[in-house]
Nanobody
């Protein structure tokens, strides 16, 4: 059984930084693509970033330069470093995973999801 568990959310002031972590249990991490998504109140869940086991990455264009995704294949953990956070970044952030090596951006492509972690940015 595959489980994803996010941590690192919380309250941060505008302009601040936060690093989210997602630990994956189960036998998928080494052959998986891992993604981060977010969902603000009243909005659809949107793509943030994705990374494959080899290290190739892709980002939502609007977040490039502020957010960085990385992974530690020994610790079975994927990270999302978020810098210069703004109130519009307030959302529940979800980690997602699937087997494969394609950098998917659609929620429908991911089979495994974490429970989410809340990030709130105050102005």
């Amino acid at each position: 059984q595959v489980q994803l568990s996010e941590s690192g959310g919380g309250l941060v002031q505008a302009g601040g930084s936060r690093r989210l972590s997602c630990v994956t249990s189960g036998q998928i991490f080494s052959s998986s693509v891992m993604g981060w998504f977010r969902q603000a109140p009243g909005k659809d869940r949107e793509f943030v970033a994705a990374i494959v086991w080899s290290g190739a990455v892709t980002y939502a264009e609007s977040l490039m330069g502020r957010f960085t995704i990385s992974r530690d294949n020994v610790k079975n953990t994927v990270y999302l470093q978020m810098n210069n956070l703004q109130p519009e970044d307030t959302a529940v952030y979800y980690c997602a995973g699937r087997i494969g090596a394609v950098l998917h951006r659609s929620t429908a492509e991911y089979a495994y999801w974490g429970q989410g972690t809340q990030v709130t940015v105050s102005s």
